[in-house]
């Protein structure tokens, strides 16, 4: 017998919820927050309209069918099934911090504030979910397949990200190590620096962006879907011992940079999740590259 389908939907502890975590009580997050120009009420009812969205997300599951709830907290220790539907009810970035966790499930975004998320990956309305979830199990509706990064080390450790994947320290101080093509015959380059980027299309509206606007320009950017990644260097140092030569560059669906480490220790981690990072050591390799799983959004 098939199992039904699960909806597995993911949210996040709001800000009103960390106040009073940290506060202890309404009035204590009040005053805290009065004390530097904000306003609690205007943070509680950002509180209370996710809520309300969640309920209502929740209330649409079909009768038949099971239901889970993940915290974004707890999404690394969360283990998704081939037959799940992934309803993300929060911010865009909270699709980019699930997105790493499944291997092909169909994924709704529900936009929890609409005018002040962009909504680029949480396209729907709470209104809108019945008719998503029937959609998600009867392969009807448009999908977009977005294309994400992997980081596999030499030691088969593998890290996937849907906007971008960060290598250097882990607090951003200078990193040493070699980079250059996945190509055993192409020369490496020792360099030093405050880390290295390599991120996709969805990520081109975020720190991929930022850093090619900092630069005045560089290669295109990749539309979501496209294959194509793109990398940077980040404040790369000259000295006798290390070059600047190899500072930004593309991808295609088949190419890898390579990155040995030559520090003491590095990590490797996706779409600003540093909590659930790859730990790289002195002489180990890490190749970046295209994954072969990709986001499947409902559009």
Same mark, same amino acid.
């Given at each position: 017998?098939?199992?039904?389908? @699960?909806?597995?939907?993911?949210?996040?502890? #709001?800000?009103?919820?960390?106040?009073?975590?940290?506060?202890?009580?309404?009035?204590?997050?009040?005053?805290?927050? #009065?004390?530097?120009?904000?306003?609690?009420?205007?943070?509680?009812?950002?509180?209370?309209?996710?809520?309300?969205?969640?309920?209502?997300?929740? /209330?649409?599951?079909?009768?038949?069918?099971?239901?889970?709830?993940?915290?974004?907290?707890?999404?690394?220790?969360?283990?998704?099934?081939?037959?799940?539907?992934?309803?993300?009810?929060?911010?865009?970035?909270?699709?980019?911090?699930?997105?790493?966790?499944?291997?092909?499930?169909?994924?709704?975004?529900?936009?929890?504030?609409?005018?002040?998320?962009?909504?680029?990956?949480?396209?729907?309305?709470?209104?809108?979910?019945?008719?998503?979830?029937?959609? /998600?199990? %009867?392969?009807?509706? #448009?999908?977009?397949?977005?294309?994400?990064?992997?980081?596999?080390?030499?030691?088969?450790? @593998?890290?996937?990200?849907?906007?971008?994947?960060? $290598?250097?320290?882990?607090?951003?101080?200078? /990193?040493?190590?070699?980079?250059?093509?996945?190509?055993?015959? %192409?020369?490496?380059?020792?360099?030093? #620096?405050?880390?290295?980027?390599?991120?996709?299309?969805?990520?081109?509206?975020?720190?991929?962006?930022?850093?090619?606007?900092?630069?005045?320009?560089?290669?295109?950017?990749?539309?979501?879907?496209?294959?194509?990644?793109?990398?940077?260097?980040?404040?790369?140092?000259?000295?006798?011992?290390?070059?600047?030569?190899?500072?930004?560059?593309? $991808?295609?669906?088949?190419?890898?940079?390579?990155?040995?480490?030559?520090?003491?220790?590095?990590?490797?981690?996706?779409?600003?999740?540093?909590?659930?990072?790859?730990?790289?050591?002195?002489?180990?390799?890490?190749?970046?590259? @295209?994954?072969?799983?990709?986001?499947?959004?409902?559009?």
């Amino acid at each position: 017998m098939s199992l039904a389908p @699960r909806a597995v939907l993911v949210h996040r502890t #709001s800000e009103y919820e960390e106040l009073l975590a940290r506060h202890g009580t309404h009035g204590q997050a009040a005053f805290f927050l #009065s004390s530097r120009g904000r306003s609690v009420e205007e943070v509680a009812e950002r509180h209370h309209r996710a809520r309300r969205a969640l309920a209502e997300v929740a /209330a649409a599951v079909p009768p038949l069918w099971r239901q889970a709830r993940v915290e974004r907290a707890d999404l690394d220790r969360f283990l998704f099934a081939p037959e799940d539907v992934v309803v993300v009810v929060g911010q865009d970035g909270l699709v980019a911090n699930a997105a790493k966790y499944l291997s092909g499930q169909p994924v709704v975004g529900i936009d929890t504030d609409p005018g002040r998320n962009p909504g680029v990956l949480v396209r729907h309305r709470a209104a809108d979910a019945p008719a998503l979830l029937r959609a /998600a199990t %009867a392969g009807a509706g #448009s999908v977009d397949e977005l294309t994400m990064v992997e980081a596999v080390t030499d030691d088969a450790q @593998r890290l996937l990200a849907l906007n971008e994947i960060y $290598l250097g320290r882990p607090g951003h101080q200078t /990193a040493r190590y070699r980079l250059g093509p996945d190509d055993e015959s %192409a020369p490496a380059e020792a360099q030093a #620096s405050s880390g290295v980027l390599v991120g996709t299309g969805t990520g081109a509206t975020g720190w991929l962006g930022s850093l090619r606007r900092e630069r005045g320009g560089g290669p295109p950017l990749p539309g979501p879907a496209e294959p194509r990644l793109l990398w940077y260097v980040r404040e790369a140092w000259p000295s006798p011992a290390t070059g600047t030569s190899l500072v930004e560059g593309v $991808l295609t669906a088949t190419e890898r940079l390579r990155l040995t480490v030559e520090s003491d220790r590095l990590v490797a981690f996706g779409d600003g999740m540093e909590s659930d990072a790859l730990e790289l050591t002195w002489g180990q390799t890490v190749r970046v590259g @295209r994954s072969p799983t990709s986001l499947r959004l409902l559009g």
